[in-house]
């Protein structure tokens, strides 16, 4: 998770306003992914960015609606 987290954030960091990613590949996602998603959306949106979730497996598509995040997070 260090990874996501880490690449996510130099995207912002280096300035990105519109991210997608694609989450077609994913067949694990757990609260501390979750929370990874959270709070790369919150600090994009801070900047006037956005960041949209692209493709998830059903498991995943669930575990956001499960949790509410479908309503906060952008997926498609």
Known sequence: MPQLR???ADLVNRGEKQLVVDLSRVTFCDSTTL???VGTHRRI????????????????RNLLFVSGLDQVLHVS
Do not use: K, Q, R
């Open 35 to 37: 929370g990874v998603f």
């Open 45 to 60: 949106s801070e900047l006037g960015g956005s960041i949209e979730f692209h493709a998830p497996p059903d498991a995943v």
């Open 6 to 8: 880490s690449s996510l």
